[in-house]
């Protein structure tokens, strides 16, 4: 390989997507916009295609081959094709001064990342106008199409249909919460009335209450009863002073 060293710039490195059948027409829209520019165009194969299309004296026409031998710098590089070997990239690279070109089609899109791997580096792909792949004019062209209109709704439109929101709960939901709020409300209790006593003797009541503890003949409990029942009582003799108990004795 070669001892010198690419003095192309990054940003003067392009890759241009471009199907077979068209590389002959963007390669001569390239050579038209750099007259005043030395320009060497490489081909890995044959040359002859190349050079029964491209005329202009500021052109020469190599392959990988050829450009081994050469020892000439050119101003502008572009590569019809890619080698076989990203090392035989490097060595056209080194050839140029100002600018790289790349014609690429679909199927040499493979032998473009050792490449890459290489510079370290990603080399800027620049679609031109009328040479796309055909899927990338299809997406293009369907990315063109005017958009659809949409008819708006009127002011009573709306109004006479509400959009429902999909936080707005549905009346059965509604009347569930409802319902389940009303569970757990107090509720009037009528007031619980002594009605006499059975024939046991036991008091009765017209509801649950507390009041059947109370006296049978219907009336208030007091707040304090004194027990009806008195426990024994313990006397507690006072003990003598020990002084005292002494002397008796």
Same mark, same amino acid.
């Given at each position: 390989?070669?001892?010198?060293?690419?003095?192309?710039?990054?940003?003067?490195?392009?890759?241009?997507?471009?199907?077979?059948?068209?590389?002959?027409?963007?390669?001569?829209?390239? !050579?038209? /916009?750099?007259?005043n520019k030395q320009i060497l @165009?490489?081909?890995?194969?044959?040359? &002859?295609?190349? $050079?029964? =299309? *491209?005329?202009?004296?500021?052109?020469?026409?190599?392959?990988?081959?050829?450009?081994?031998?050469?020892?000439?710098?050119?101003?502008?590089?572009?590569?019809?094709?890619?080698?076989?070997?990203?090392?035989?990239?490097?060595?056209?690279?080194?050839?140029?001064?100002?600018?790289?070109?790349?014609?690429?089609?679909?199927?040499?899109?493979?032998?473009?990342?050792?490449?890459?791997? !290489?510079? /370290?580096?990603?080399?800027?792909?620049?679609? @031109?106008?009328?040479?796309?792949?055909? &899927?990338?004019? $299809?997406? =293009? *062209?369907?990315?063109?199409?005017?958009?659809?209109?949409?008819?708006?709704?009127?002011?009573?439109?709306?109004?006479?249909?509400?959009?429902?929101?999909?936080?707005?709960?549905?009346?059965?939901?509604?009347?569930?919460?409802?319902?389940?709020?009303?569970?757990?409300?107090?509720?009037?209790?009528?007031?619980?009335?002594?009605?006499?006593k059975d024939e046991?003797?036991?008091?009765?009541?017209?509801?649950?209450?507390?009041?059947?503890?109370?006296?049978?003949?219907?009336?208030?409990? &007091?707040?304090?009863?004194?027990?009806?029942?008195?426990?024994?009582?313990?006397?507690?003799?006072?003990?003598?002073?020990?002084?005292?108990?002494?002397?008796?004795?």
């Amino acid at each position: 390989m070669s001892a010198k060293q690419i003095s192309i710039k990054h940003n003067k490195h392009r890759v241009h997507p471009c199907p077979s059948d068209k590389k002959l027409s963007l390669l001569n829209l390239l !050579i038209s /916009k750099y007259t005043n520019k030395q320009i060497l @165009i490489v081909r890995a194969n044959s040359l &002859d295609v190349i $050079k029964e =299309t *491209i005329t202009a004296q500021n052109v020469t026409i190599l392959n990988d081959v050829e450009l081994q031998n050469s020892t000439q710098d050119y101003d502008i590089l572009i590569s019809f094709d890619l080698p076989a070997t990203p090392a035989l990239y490097i060595n056209r690279l080194f050839c140029a001064t100002e600018m790289a070109f790349i014609l690429l089609d679909a199927k040499e899109q493979n032998k473009l990342y050792p490449i890459e791997t !290489i510079l /370290k580096r990603v080399i800027k792909q620049e679609i @031109i106008e009328g040479f796309e792949y055909e &899927d990338d004019l $299809k997406l =293009t *062209i369907a990315q063109e199409k005017p958009k659809r209109e949409y008819a708006f709704k009127t002011d009573t439109e709306d109004k006479a249909k509400p959009d429902k929101k999909p936080y707005d709960k549905s009346k059965k939901d509604s009347f569930k919460s409802n319902d389940k709020s009303k569970k757990w409300d107090k509720k009037d209790k009528a007031p619980n009335k002594f009605l006499g006593k059975d024939e046991n003797g036991k008091a009765l009541f017209s509801g649950k209450s507390g009041d059947r503890n109370h006296r049978y003949d219907g009336t208030p409990k &007091d707040k304090y009863s004194a027990p009806k029942k008195v426990g024994r009582k313990i006397s507690i003799k006072a003990l003598k002073p020990k002084e005292e108990s002494d002397s008796n004795s």
